[in-house]
């Protein structure tokens, strides 16, 4: 509480040298939802296309609609390359993750990525188990890279999302999704347990580990209803269409807003989650130390007091 008198007190002086101030004329936020999407010319990836959608919004597309988006070996390398990008582009400050074609994916793609399972570089059994297990890590990581990115990641989902793509979509923010759309844990039905983020993810999303085992047991199809009332999405709309303008207008608003604010909640509730609740605490009050003292704060302040969206506040790069 003391800390937080500090913090109110020196927010209204600096409140009263900034409306005192010679104001600066601010730039306007301006939606581009009728603008086609152009494909960002310094993303330029095989299974991946990526382009800017609205104002530091961008669409991060899985581009293999002939293969139904299956994710082959040139996939898992570029997800990390591109969220490793996106996370340092001040220019991103929200992402929106879809799939061309029919369905969002079809999972791992199983023509091209079984001999790298069967066909195991090493002498023995524990040099093959050791680059095996150094092998999974690595695709462990095209998806924990959603996770660590600070920019909010929205997966919108249309027809299937099979085995891979429910770990994807297990390491984004926010999950949206077409009313003919379908999740399903498909790993045991090829004869593996998910690997790579479902089975430590998802329990933690919809909270029921007896639905949870159900899914992952049987690889049963969740549809779009089910999902929604178990918490696995937060919203279903009518087609794509309607979804992709949903999620887009959602990451106009979070990108509008200080990212400062945004990318400190995004860490913070990461780390809540996986920390015990006096952790989290002690973490939040060493990050705002530093980061209630930015500039974001006055400009928001400033904002509500002269009744302004945050949409009109220009904000810093990050």
């Given at each position: ?16 040298r900034q409306?005192?101030?010679?104001r600066?004329?601010l730039?306007?936020?301006?939606a581009?939802?009728s603008?086609?999407?152009q494909?960002?010319a310094s993303?330029?990836y095989?299974?991946?296309k ?5 104002e ?22 570029e997800m ?8 340092q ?6 992402v ?7 369905l969002?994916?079809?999972g791992?793609?199983?023509?091209e ?15 093959k ?15 924990t ?11 919108a ?9 429910v770990?994807?979509i ?13 999740f ?7 004869g593996?347990a998910a ?6 993810r998802?329990?933690r999303?919809i ?11 049987t690889?049963?199809?969740?549809m779009?209803?089910?999902a ?16 992709l303008?949903?999620?887009?207008e ?8 200080s990212p ?7 860490v913070?509730?990461?780390?809540a989650r996986?920390h ?20 974001d704060?006055v400009?928001?302040?400033q ?8 949409k ?7």
């Amino acid at each position: 509480m003391a800390a937080a008198a500090v913090a109110g007190s020196v927010l209204r002086g600096l409140l009263r040298r900034q409306l005192a101030a010679q104001r600066q004329p601010l730039l306007s936020f301006r939606a581009m939802s009728s603008a086609p999407e152009q494909p960002h010319a310094s993303y330029n990836y095989e299974t991946l296309k990526v382009s800017r959608v609205r104002e530091k919004v961008f669409h991060v597309e899985l581009n293999r609609p002939d293969k139904r988006n299956a994710m082959n070996t040139v996939f898992w390398r570029e997800m990390v390359v591109c969220f490793n990008k996106i996370a340092q582009d001040s220019e991103c400050h929200a992402v929106v993750v879809s799939g061309a074609g029919k369905l969002f994916t079809a999972g791992i793609d199983l023509m091209e990525m079984g001999s790298v399972f069967v066909m195991v570089e090493g002498d023995d059994t524990a040099r093959k188990a050791w680059n095996l297990r150094k092998k999974i890590r690595e695709y462990q990581e095209s998806f924990t890279v959603l996770e660590r990115c600070p920019k909010p990641v929205i997966a919108a989902v249309h027809g299937g999302c099979i085995g891979g793509g429910v770990d994807l979509i297990s390491a984004c923010d926010i999950r949206y999704c077409t009313q003919d759309a379908w999740f399903q844990v498909k790993e045991v039905d090829i004869g593996l347990a998910a690997d790579v983020g479902t089975l430590q993810r998802l329990p933690r999303i919809i909270g029921n580990q007896s639905l949870v085992n159900e899914l992952a047991f049987t690889a049963r199809k969740m549809m779009a209803p089910e999902a929604e009332s178990s918490g696995l999405v937060s919203r279903v709309f009518q087609d794509k269409q309607a979804m992709l303008e949903g999620a887009c207008e959602l990451a106009a608003n979070i990108a509008a807003k200080s990212p400062v604010a945004v990318q400190g909640t995004k860490v913070n509730l990461i780390y809540a989650r996986d920390h015990s609740v006096p952790e989290s605490l002690r973490y939040m009050a060493t990050w705002n130390m530093s980061m209630l003292q930015t500039e974001d704060l006055v400009k928001s302040a400033q904002a509500a007091v002269e009744k302004r969206s945050p949409k009109d506040i220009v904000y810093s790069k990050m």
